[in-house]
């Protein structure tokens, strides 16, 4: 449950009041503003199962100018308890976050900035140095700042939506994020020696069918935790499913010119990056992430279906390659 707070001219009060009456918010009250002034605010309480649609009540019903500005606000309790009067529709609806909450809070995580850079240095040589001395612990860490795992799940996001500007922003951070974490492991793995009797080393050079389940249903347990709205599950999920140890663990074996075992590790980053990208697809697809307007339906239509033949023929590959390496 959380609070839909428009702050707009007075004309558009009555507009509001209708589109909350009829998408089935909870409550709604008009916050006085100062005589003369031209904008008001009003606020919706409005449950999880019905959010979206008043989102796209107000989009549809009247005009968002500059002049008009809608924020969603959390809500800890409320009292008396809320009585949700239509339980078909609440039944049917998948509730959880609207496609502007997960946009908002999936985009950050492209913008190729120093923060974004600072991280992946950081988490690589966390990753690396914990790899080299079998160290699990350190090597949690690493994938707990996990920095490259959300332009993978905003990639997804841009296909259901059909925003090609998000995508190609995602495609951009992750290209550099993956280049700069090989570059980086390359040069520890010149620099300092390589312990192959590691096990967290040596566990990441190798692929298996176990590799590509767990990779799948990580990459739908971490949409499913933003879509609902659960996010501390993010941490777990991170932990699981990780791209930088295998990422660091291609560039050290390049590094110390095990070509072989450098291959392997490859392989599992690869099928960690093509599952949590087609799971994520799944996820965002099954719970009715997508535009609102036909026009960019039919766009986000045309991206998906790109994307998930891209992403199964690209799985099957992996897993023909997986077969004939063991």
Not at 87 to 102: F, I, P, Y
Not at 112 to 130: K, M, P, R
Not at 132 to 161: D, K, Q, R, Y
Not at 213 to 230: I, Y
Request: glycine residues 8%.
């Amino acid at each position: 449950m959380k609070i839909i707070e428009i702050i707009t001219h007075r004309d558009h009060i009555d507009t509001i009041k209708a589109v909350g009456k009829q998408h089935g918010a909870i409550d709604q009250w008009v916050i006085s503003s100062p005589e003369g002034e031209d904008r008001q605010v009003i606020r919706l309480l409005v449950d999880d199962p019905h959010r979206q649609a008043v989102m796209d009540g107000l989009q549809n019903g009247m005009s968002l100018d500059t002049n008009t500005r809608v924020v969603i606000l959390p809500v800890e309790a409320t009292l008396p308890k809320a009585d949700i009067e239509d339980k078909s529709r609440e039944k049917n609806s998948v509730g959880g976050a609207t496609r502007e909450e997960l946009y908002h809070s999936v985009s950050k995580n492209t913008e190729l900035n120093s923060n974004f850079l600072l991280l992946v240095f950081l988490s690589t040589i966390v990753a690396a140095i914990g790899l080299i001395e079998n160290n699990v612990a350190v090597v949690v860490g690493a994938m707990v700042i996990a920095p490259l795992l959300g332009p993978n799940i905003a990639l997804a996001l841009a296909a259901a939506l059909g925003d090609k500007p998000l995508m190609w922003e995602a495609l951009k951070t992750n290209f550099v994020g993956l280049g700069l974490a090989l570059l980086l492991s390359i040069i520890i793995g010149v620099i300092l020696p390589i312990n192959f009797e590691s096990q967290e080393l040596m566990s990441r050079t190798s692929v298996g069918i176990g590799s590509v389940v767990l990779a799948l249903a990580s990459g739908a347990a971490a949409v499913l935790s933003l879509t609902t709205g659960l996010s501390s599950v993010l941490v777990g999920v991170m932990v699981a499913v990780a791209l930088l140890p295998p990422m660091a663990t291609v560039g050290l074996m390049l590094g110390s010119g095990q070509m072989t075992l450098a291959f392997g590790a490859a392989l599992l980053l690869a099928v960690n990056i093509v599952c949590v990208n087609l799971a994520a697809k799944t996820v965002f697809l099954i719970r009715g992430i997508k535009p609102r307007t036909w026009i960019g339906k039919r766009a986000a239509k045309q991206s998906m279906t790109t994307y998930m033949v891209f992403w199964v023929v690209s799985l099957l590959i992996l897993l023909l390659a997986i077969y004939l390496r063991n």
